[in-house]
T-cell receptor, first 112, second 113 residues
């Protein structure tokens, strides 16, 4: 099993450009999450999903959109990138809300 | 808003000594408390977790204690080894809501040979 995978691994964007980050999991988990990790601030929840076709806002949702059209995939979109969105983005999945989260390898995004 | 405070932010211990990392949380509805280890350039991985109906849990050299009254939980690593060097994150969450997970800001643990 591959677990949780993310593409791309690295990306550089100019301010105002758009992009989509893809997360895939093969563990048949219902719950999926997108986090951003900034130095000294731990992991902050952007959006999450409790099942196929559902999405909800986390702690820092502004500037991001998500979609969960298939149970195994969770997409994170940036419509108009800003330098403040420079970060490392982690996707995660879990069987239920209060259980272990399995993280992807991360995507390092730089917005210039 | 709800938050999780984690201390210290950096910790250096001699190999073989013990390390303790402490977290406090504010949301009284929190009932699941995982600890994640993140090595440099890698993804976070769960090392131990505890649920609110348990006061202590141990797994070999790692233990976690929980004081629900004080809203405080701690990670204890005994007989530290070089491979314990990493950043450790605590988190507080709830079975009932996926949105209620809050991570601490992390502790960078260094093991001195």
């Amino acid at each position: 099993n591959a677990g949780v995978t993310q593409t791309p691994k690295f990306r550089v964007l100019k301010t105002g450009q758009s992009m989509t980050l893809l997360c895939a999991q093969d563990m048949n988990h219902e719950y999926m999450y997108w986090y951003r990790q900034d130095p000294g601030m731990g992991l902050r929840l952007i959006h999450y999903s409790v099942g196929e076709g559902t999405t909800a806002k986390g702690e820092v949702p502004d500037g991001y959109n998500v979609s969960r059209l298939k149970k195994q995939n969770f997409l994170l979109g940036l419509e108009s990138a800003a330098p403040s969105q420079t970060s490392v983005y982690f996707c995660a999945s879990s069987y239920e809300a209060g259980s272990e989260q399995y993280f992807g390898p991360g995507t390092r995004l730089t917005v210039t | 808003g709800e938050n999780v405070e984690q201390h210290p932010s950096t910790l250096s211990v001699q190999e073989g000594d013990s390390a303790v990392i402490k977290c406090t949380y504010s949301d009284s509805a929190s009932n699941y408390f995982p600890w994640y280890k993140q090595e440099l350039g890698k993804r976070p991985q769960l090392i131990i977790d505890i649920r609110s109906n348990v006061g202590e849990k141990k797994d070999q050299r790692i233990a976690v204690t929980l004081n629900k009254t004080a809203k405080h939980f701690s990670l204890h690593i005994t007989e530290t080894q070089p491979e314990d060097s990493a950043v450790y994150f605590c988190a507080a969450s709830s079975y009932s809501s996926a949105s209620k997970i809050i991570f601490g800001s992390g502790t960078r643990l260094s093991i001195r040979p």
